[in-house]
Every structure is written in C-alpha cells, then in structure tokens.
C-alpha cells in the first residue's frame, strides 16, 4: 500500500521556525496535488497549503507570507517550511497526496497519521 510518512514536528517558540517533511513510499505511478491540512483541538481540519506537480501553489490566508510548501518529485516528497510561528499555529499537520497506484487505477486521496507541532510564548 502506499504510505506517507511525516517528520519535522515538534516544540518551537513563538517566532521560530520549523521544517516539516513527507515521504511517500510504495506503489506510485503518479502524484498530483501534495499538501498539508492542520487540525487543531476544538476546529475542524483545514487547508493549509497545497502544491500541484507543476509547482502552483495555494496557502490559508492565516500562513501567507509565513509559510512556504515544496516539493521533491524525484523523492516523492513534500516540505513545509514554517517561519514566525505563532501560538495559533498550534496543530496536528496532516499531510495530503492524490495518488495514481497503477496506470488503470483511479486517482484516490493518501493521508499521513499526523505530526504534532506545539508553538509556546
């Protein structure tokens, strides 16, 4: 089965910064959108940033400017890049991909298990 893998979470202060990463691995014959959603306790999970294969990307208007999403196709991987956080960034991220398995399958959604990441001030 196809999995995606978070890393990068964790604790920061306020005005810090954070990496967060996401490697998919297993039966992939193409990936289109990588994002990453955010759920935090008492909200429900919103849009973070979304990346396409050809690099247009989208952000939540709570982290334009402050964060920046990326991506590695050669790795089948997804970034994060978190600056000025603040406490509010407070969440668990989730990370997102739309997958093709096989060239006769559809196109199904792939989520990660999550990555705890707690800002503090």
């Known amino acids: 089965q196809v999995q995606l893998v978070e890393s990068g979470g964790g604790l920061a202060q306020a005005g810090g910064s954070l990496r967060l990463s996401c490697a998919a691995s297993?039966?992939?014959?193409?990936?289109?959108?990588m994002g990453w959603y955010r759920q935090a306790p008492g909200k429900q999970r919103e849009l973070v940033a979304v990346?396409?294969?050809?690099?247009?990307?989208n952000y939540a208007d709570s982290v334009k400017g402050r964060f920046t999403i990326s991506r590695d196709n050669a790795k089948n991987t997804v970034y994060l890049q978190m600056n000025s956080l603040k406490p509010e960034d407070t969440a668990i991220y989730y990370c997102?991909?739309?997958?093709?398995?096989?060239?006769?399958?559809?196109?199904?959604?792939?989520w990660g298990q999550g990555t705890q990441v707690t800002v503090s001030s």
């Open positions: 990346i396409i294969s050809g690099g247009s990307t």
């Open positions: 997102h991909a739309n997958i093709r398995k096989r060239l006769w399958d559809p196109v199904n959604d792939y």
């Open positions: 297993g039966s992939i014959f193409s990936i289109n959108d």
